[in-house]
């Protein structure tokens, strides 16, 4: 995401950060830079003018000049603006006891049903809830079905009374989540390919009905300026709380998420991240800015993986290690521990200045950690735990059972011998990094 406006601002800001000092002259062309950079991004012009307006009156106010790197200060400037373009702070989801009813609206095809389920799934695992999904969608073809399949998928109820009345809908299932203990109920709702008065008029009614605590218009990013139309047509006859953008991931531009907070005040709660369930994530705007100028998002690695690393076996693990003890069976584990983390790639972007170390573009290819798990797995138990009796005609027999080479065994292993050297050398405070 973001990946062409990250290199046009981050070749911008590296010409800056070796001046002495900052004048209106030398930073002329840096600010012309910039301001190129985000239109092309699909930025609305207004919010480039100000931007950059606000940028050069900080760059030359009193504290640049008297700093020891006015180039460095400069480029906090320009991250504090984009923090303040996408919305300062995170605005969280609204989350009202005993029981909290949200409204999903958006045009058709912007992944409103998808994202339904996403957040269901979010809410059961970082919030703790029970999620109810509601079937309003009664005219898009198989939209009710989209909804079960994902229910299933996820093993989250779907309330649906087929091909009825929305507004009738919607209320038995606020009635019916009482009665069954759900505390959060999700509707999804129809959509169009554009904004008509029959659409609006049903959203209303659904509306005035269950009186929503929260009203999320679902956005595909992809559609760059358009989204703020779309925004300030739906809020002009719907209360919206916030906004979710879809599709973020394939977004190289990302113009819809700088502007849409400035020109209508509705807050970007969530992005899409990927087409995987897990792949919703809520919008921090600092995270945000960080990203786009290569500063890394450590907070959302940490968060990444305490979501899917297990705990217990993880304080097992250091137990073990601490003792000397890891074997090819808490290998394999931590293996297993990390596919859940998704593709590495992804996670390595994330990394403070990964694009200057040439790890942006880091290809993982998930068959690799396959082959090593096929290995693994065709060593006996006692193997594992002990790997060194493998010898020769234990090493052709492994090999031969996972269908790989008995050079791709010994690499393995191999790589798993100065993996226990460097862990050893942690353990004793020895460890030195290899650049």
Not at 126 to 139: E, F, I, Q, R, T
Not at 322 to 350: A, C, R, T, V, Y
Not at 360 to 379: F, G, R, T, Y
């Amino acid at each position: 995401m973001f990946e062409n406006l990250g290199d046009r601002l981050q070749s911008a800001l590296n010409k800056i950060k070796g001046y002495g000092r900052i004048t209106a002259d030398n930073i002329g062309e840096v600010t012309r830079e910039i301001r190129l950079a985000l239109l092309e991004a699909d930025v609305n012009y207004k919010v480039v003018k100000e931007f950059i307006n606000n940028v050069k009156e900080k760059a030359l106010g009193e504290e640049v000049k008297k700093s020891l790197k006015p180039g460095e200060v400069f480029v906090k400037i320009v991250k504090d603006e984009l923090v303040e373009l996408l919305g300062k702070e995170a605005e969280p989801l609204v989350v009202v006891k005993p029981m909290t009813v949200l409204m999903m609206v958006g045009l058709q095809g912007s992944g409103k049903t998808t994202t339904t389920g996403k957040l269901a799934l979010l809410l059961r695992k970082k919030y703790g809830l029970k999620p109810l999904m509601v079937a309003c969608d009664v005219y898009r073809p198989a939209a009710i079905d989209q909804l079960k399949q994902l229910g299933k998928e996820l093993n989250i109820e779907v309330y649906s009374e087929g091909k009825g009345n929305p507004v009738e809908i919607a209320k038995n299932a606020v009635v019916y989540a009482k009665e069954n203990g759900y505390n959060y109920v999700l509707i999804d709702t129809a959509g169009r390919l554009h904004i008509d008065e029959e659409l609006m008029g049903e959203l209303q009614d659904i509306n005035k009905e269950v009186d929503p605590n929260e009203i999320l218009l679902v956005l595909d990013s992809m559609m760059g300026q358009d989204a703020v139309n779309v925004i300030t047509g739906f809020d002009e006859v719907l209360p919206i709380t916030g906004a979710v953008l879809t599709k973020l991931d394939g977004d190289t531009k990302g113009g819809a998420a700088l502007s849409i907070r400035h020109l209508t005040n509705i807050p970007i709660k969530f992005i899409g991240v990927s087409e995987k369930m897990d792949g919703l994530e809520p919008f921090y705007p600092e995270r945000m800015a960080n990203r786009i100028l290569d500063m890394g998002d450590l907070m959302g690695m940490l968060e990444k993986a305490e979501s899917v690393i297990n705990e217990d076996e993880a304080l097992k693990t250091a137990q073990r290690l601490q003792k000397g003890k890891f074997d090819l069976e808490d290998f394999l584990s931590q293996l297993n521990q990390i596919k859940k983390l998704g593709p590495l790639e992804n996670l390595i972007k994330l990394i403070p200045g990964a694009k200057k170390m040439g790890l942006n573009n880091v290809n993982i290819d998930p068959k690799q950690m396959a082959h090593i798990e096929a290995i693994i797995l065709s060593m006996t138990p006692l193997e594992r735990k002990n790997p060194d009796i493998l010898k020769s005609s234990r090493k052709r027999r492994i090999a031969s059972g996972c269908g790989r080479s008995v050079e791709e065994v010994n690499k393995l292993l191999k790589q798993f011998d100065q993996m226990k050297v460097m862990m050893k050398q942690m353990k004793n405070g020895n460890f030195k990094m290899p650049f």
